[in-house]
């Protein structure tokens, strides 16, 4: 629990009666590599923050995995779209590293957002959060070249050079392996 607290806190105080009814609802789990954590067509039902491990989001276009996101020790690990909305996701979530996730479910973090105000303040936080990362990356696909995006994944998430493959970043940058393979080499 302490892990949630320290998480939240980034974000807002939460009073002592939230964190017990808080503590009361999240589920904490260990995940083994390989775990579907979410299938394509299905909805989403639980927020996961990850204390360790590592993930990713994928989805499939013509017959090939496009992955759209990683999600490292820190993070939410959620379909946002389909939590959010409750619609069947787009998008597969994996287990790429064993891991321990925080889980709430999405009745339960309503009835939290009903009962104590501050949750609606940190969610309203955690949430303006999401959609800025989503449009830097939005961002980054339509503005930047391939060698600026791969440029900035040195800079700022050199780790993901070391826990994913060259593939599933390839397809991240959305560009293919060997295009990898040749800015990598000119870097």
């Known amino acids: 629990m302490y892990f949630i607290m320290e998480t939240l806190k980034r974000f807002g105080t939460i009073s002592e009666q939230a964190r017990i009814v808080l503590a009361e609802v999240i ?3 260990s995940l083994p ?3 579907l954590l979410l299938e394509q067509g299905k909805t989403c039902k639980y927020l996961n923050f990850m204390e360790s491990g590592f993930a990713r989001a994928y989805y499939y276009r013509e017959g090939k995995e496009i992955t759209s996101w990683f999600a ?3 993070d939410i690990v959620a379909s946002m779209y389909s939590f959010t ?3 069947p996701s787009y998008e597969n979530i994996e287990i790429m590293e064993n891991c321990v996730l925080h889980s709430i479910h999405f009745d339960q973090l309503q009835q939290l957002y009903k009962e104590y105000p501050e949750f609606n ?3 309203r936080l955690l949430i303006e ?3 800025v990362e989503l449009e830097e990356r939005i961002f980054s696909l339509q503005i930047q070249s391939a060698k600026e995006r791969y440029k900035e994944i ?3 998430h050199p780790e993901l050079l070391k826990r994913a493959s060259l593939g599933h970043i390839a397809s991240y940058l959305g ?3 060997e295009t990898l393979s040749r800015i990598r080499a000119n870097i």
């Open 27 to 29: 589920t904490k789990r």
């Open 33 to 35: 590599k390989g775990t």
């Open 72 to 74: 490292f020790e820190n």
């Open 85 to 87: 909305a409750q619609k």
């Open 121 to 123: 303040l940190i969610g």
């Open 129 to 131: 959060k999401y959609f």
């Open 154 to 156: 040195l800079n700022n």
């Open 175 to 177: 560009i293919s392996q």
